[in-house]
Structures are given as C-alpha cells and as structure tokens.
C-alpha cells in the first residue's frame, strides 16, 4: 500500500519501470543496481528512489533490487495481474492498426469489442474482435462490463461519442482524437494527441542537434 498520495508524473514512470523489470525477468536477471537500473531507464536514480519510496522500502542499500519482488509488486499496482478487456469505438485506418496490434502479447489488454458505423463491417470479426453497431455501444458496454474505451472516431463525433461511452459505464477514455472531451470528475480522459508529439520530438532533435 503507498505511504502517501502519489503524484502524476510517478504514474506515468511506473509502467517505464514494469517494462524495463519484465526485460530483466526475461533475461533470467535476479538483482539490478539502483545505478544501472537508472541508466537503463534513462531516468536519474534520486527520481527513481523517490517514486519507489512512495510504496515503502522496495530496495536494499548495497545489495539493490530483486527484480522478481519488484516486478510482482508493480504488477498488482498496474493491475496486470488479470484481463483487462477495453473497447475501440471507430475503426478507421488508425483503429484498424490498433485491432490488428495483439495488446494481450504484451500485457494484460486486450480489445474485446469494437464499434463502428459503417454497414459492411458491422456484424464482423476483424482481427478476431467483433465489431457491433453503434447503435449497441451502451448496452454491449454494460453487457460486457467494459469500463475502459478507446476513441479513434471523427472529430466532429467525439463528444457525443464520449457521452454515449459515459452512458454505457466507461469510466476510463484513451482519446485519439485532437477534441478536448468533457467529462463528469469520476471519468479519466487521456489525450493522445501524435502531431503534438511529433511535433515535439522534432523540436527537440532540431534544438540539440
């Protein structure tokens, strides 16, 4: 159990940590230093022992991590200890490369329903998700006890299709779409927003270059 709140930006490190723990794992590797640990994640070791002090005492000085302990306790803390199934609402280009992206190979996700508007792919399993109306989007997300949506539809659609999400119990929203969505307090929207991103990975290699 955290000792304290913990803040946003160590949230967003953790899965950094879980990724670089099952690599290690993978490689048969019992105990990492704090140093190397650091350098492999390309974060500094007094972050790296701040946000693991968050959760109390996961190291030992002179002795470092053992990545099994870690890597089981980061796993029930990011909830990959079981299926998480989510839904994909808009299966356009982009949506298409999500479906046919297996999430389940490489973590505890995995797209369980899609919708879409268009007639010959309703009623279809593409990339062996079936795909349903949209007009089925709130009962089959209550049906299937989905509560995590990801939304790669047209822009001048979101909100609404957020609202209908909502509706259907979608508490958690991974949003593609470059509209800032509205939302009740208890619904979590993350913005992925690739031309800003892009834009700043540009910038950056154009400003230390």
Do not use: W
């Not at 946000?51 to 030992?60: E, I, P, Q, R």
């Not at 990801?150 to 119990?169: D, E, R, Y």
Request: charged share 20%; proline share 4%; with cysteine.
């Amino acid at each position: 159990m955290a000792k304290a709140k913990v803040p946003r930006a160590t949230t967003k490190r953790l899965p950094i940590y879980y990724r670089y723990l099952n690599i290690l794992h993978d490689q048969n590797v019992s105990r990492v230093s704090s140093s190397k640990f650091a350098k492999a994640v390309q974060i500094d070791p007094a972050t790296i022992r701040r946000d693991f002090s968050y959760f109390g005492a996961l190291g030992k000085r002179g002795y470092g991590y053992d990545v099994n302990q870690l890597l089981r306790f980061f796993k029930k803390i990011l909830h990959q200890d079981h299926l998480v199934n989510v839904a994909l609402i808009g299966v356009g280009n982009f949506g298409h490369a999500l479906l046919n992206f297996n999430f389940h190979q490489d973590s505890n996700v995995r797209i369980a329903a899609a919708f879409d508007i268009k007639p010959d792919i309703i009623n279809t399993v593409q990339s062996d998700v079936p795909v349903y109306s949209m007009k089925d989007l709130v009962s089959q997300l209550r049906e299937q006890q989905i509560d995590v949506v990801i939304l790669t539809v047209p822009a001048k659609a979101a909100q609404n299709v957020c609202n209908l999400a909502i509706k259907g119990g979608a508490k958690g929203i991974l949003n593609f779409t470059p509209v800032r969505l509205a939302s009740p307090a208890n619904v979590r929207i993350q913005n992925v927003d690739l031309t800003n991103e892009l834009q700043t990975l540009i910038y950056f290699v154009k400003r230390y270059d």
